[in-house]
Nanobody, 118 residues
Framework: QAQLVESGGGLVQPGGSLTLSCVGSGIDFRQNAMAWYRQAAGKQRQWVAGITARGSTEYTDSVRGRFTVSRDDAKNILALQMNKIEPDDTAVYYC????????????WGQGTQVTVSS
């Protein structure tokens, strides 16, 4: 079973930047499409960005142009560079196997909290 550990969240002012990281064990990010998700308080978890095994990236409209998903194959780390952060970006952020999530077979980690506040 894959283990995913997210980190890098914190308190950030609007307009600021953060980089989230996801370290994986038991799963090779090079072989799997991976994605970032987020869940704001009282709301359903939503897909944010994804990267295919070939390195193609996709983003939800609200973050396109501000967030960048990338992968360090040597370290098996998934990253999410967040720029021009907005209050609506406040949420717990998770990474996961994109296909497993779509198949409803994914196991979720603890996530990392991002709070946007001035």
């Amino acid at each position: 079973q894959a283990q995913l550990v997210e980190s890098g969240g914190g308190l950030v002012q609007p307009g600021g930047s953060l980089t989230l990281s996801c370290v994986g064990s038991g799963i090779d990010f090079r072989q799997n499409a991976m994605a970032w998700y987020r869940q704001a308080a009282g709301k359903q978890r939503q897909w944010v960005a994804g990267i295919t095994a070939r390195g193609s990236t996709e983003y939800t409209d609200s973050v396109r142009g501000r967030f960048t998903v990338s992968r360090d194959d040597a370290k098996n780390i998934l990253a999410l560079q967040m720029n021009k952060i907005e209050p609506d970006d406040t949420a717990v952020y998770y990474c996961n196997d994109w296909r497993a999530v779509l198949a409803n077979t994914a196991h979720w980690g603890q996530g990392t909290q991002v709070t946007v506040s001035s």
